[in-house]
């Protein structure tokens, strides 16, 4: 079912060794030191650690950034004001929507009731042609009773 496992020899390979190239360091001048002469000289502070070492430094004042103009405040009315304005237009939206819906209902209800006149009416008409039709039967019906009645008083 398996075929047998038969043995091989390794196979050799070339192996490739590459080897980085170094590459030269670049030559730069040193950049020539310019002296500056700080307006006042800083004041130099130092600190305790707790384990008993004293580390002394320049203090480094932060940046400052720059003062913002302050804005004009908007004032109180005028917020409430505007808010009152978006109000009031959607009440105005939601009215004209209302009577929308109003009219439409009404329609609506109007082709309603004239659906049902109509479908009442010609049923109504319906019964008035069809008895018109059938009126000769039932009179007969009622002579043959009246002749029964006679025939058994007479």
């Not at 320049?58 to 302050?70: F, G, K, R, S």
């Not at 009416?121 to 039967?137: L, P």
């Amino acid at each position: 079912m398996y075929p047998d496992h038969t043995h091989h020899p390794p196979v050799q390979r070339a192996i490739q060794v590459h080897q980085p190239t170094p590459l030269p360091p670049a030559v730069t001048a040193p950049a020539p030191v310019v002296a500056v002469q700080p307006g006042s000289v800083p004041a130099v502070a130092s600190i305790v650690l707790p384990d008993g070492r004293v580390v002394t430094g320049y203090a480094i004042n932060p940046a400052q950034p720059e003062p913002v103009t302050a804005k004009p405040a908007v004032s109180r009315t005028a917020v409430n004001v505007a808010l009152g304005g978006v109000g009031f237009l959607a009440v105005c939206g939601g009215l004209i929507l209302l009577t929308s819906f109003i009219a439409a209902l009404t329609a609506f209800i109007t082709q309603l009731i004239t659906l049902a006149a109509v479908i009442f009416g010609g049923w109504i008409a319906v019964q008035v042609f069809s008895a018109n039709r059938h009126q000769g039967g039932t009179t007969v019906n009622i002579r043959k009773a009246v002749i029964k009645r006679n025939h058994f008083h007479g």
